[in-house]
T-cell receptor, first 115, second 114 residues
């Protein structure tokens, strides 16, 4: 079946512009996660959605970052007034449950470059 | 909060030799532990997980990992490395109870030398 898809695969934007990154999780997966991967820094948790519950936004680095998940499926991560330090690969993952035993399935990521 | 340490930046191993990638963790209570692999320009792929039961866990592509509670470790192993195993490997942990965050280590680059 189809895996997690993300678009665009690459995004180059000028400092100060807003960007939107999209994630399509695996059909039927109720949990959705966003991470940021910077060179040599591992994966940084950003935000987590589970069903209709309020999202866990505790990993968002600043109020310029926001995310929504419409209809319990597609999610959009928005970064306003981008800064050069926002340059990274943004990864989306989904799992069939939010339970701790369930592995997450990752998309290929969106590479964001802020010039 | 949970955390993972992967002490080596890069692991070099000759093809056919045993491969070990080290991971230690910190978490409140019992852990759920995971290993993921990332090939160039690809997303992370799940390799294996420890939930409960046997301390030795077997996963995809011939990999296994050993959970050691007293040493808070979850080292990844493969008896005979292949050149195609060259990739970035991430260890991750989350608690049995509490938040749903999966904490990742910074990753280990594995280079298998032909």
């Amino acid at each position: 079946g189809a895996g997690v898809s993300q678009s665009p695969s690459n995004k180059v934007t000028e400092k100060g512009k807003d960007v939107e990154l999209r994630c399509d999780p695996i059909s039927g997966h109720t949990a959705l996660y966003w991470y940021r991967q910077s060179l040599g820094q591992g994966l940084e948790f950003l935000i987590y959605f589970q069903g209709n519950s309020a999202p866990d936004k505790s990993g968002l680095p600043s109020d310029r970052f926001s995310a929504e998940r419409t209809g319990g499926s597609v999610s959009t991560l928005t970064i306003q007034r981008t800064q050069q330090e926002d340059s990274a690969v943004y990864l989306c993952a989904s799992s069939s449950s939010s339970g701790p035993a369930y592995e997450q399935y990752f998309g290929p990521g969106t590479r964001l470059t802020v010039t | 909060a949970q955390s993972v340490a992967q002490p080596e930046d890069q692991v070099n191993v000759a093809e056919g030799n045993p491969l070990t990638v080290k991971c230690t963790y910190s978490v409140s209570g019992n852990p759920y532990l995971f290993w993921y692999v990332q090939y160039p320009n690809r997303g992370l792929q799940f390799l294996l997980k420890y939930i409960t039961g046997d301390n030795l866990v077997k996963g995809s592509y011939g990999f296994e990992a050993e959970f050691n509670k007293s040493q808070t470790s979850f080292h990844l192993k493969k008896p005979s490395a292949l050149v195609s195993d060259s990739a970035l490997y991430f260890c991750a942990v989350r608690p049995l109870f509490g938040n749903n965050r999966l904490a990742f280590g910074k990753g280990n680059q594995v280079v298998v030398i032909p």
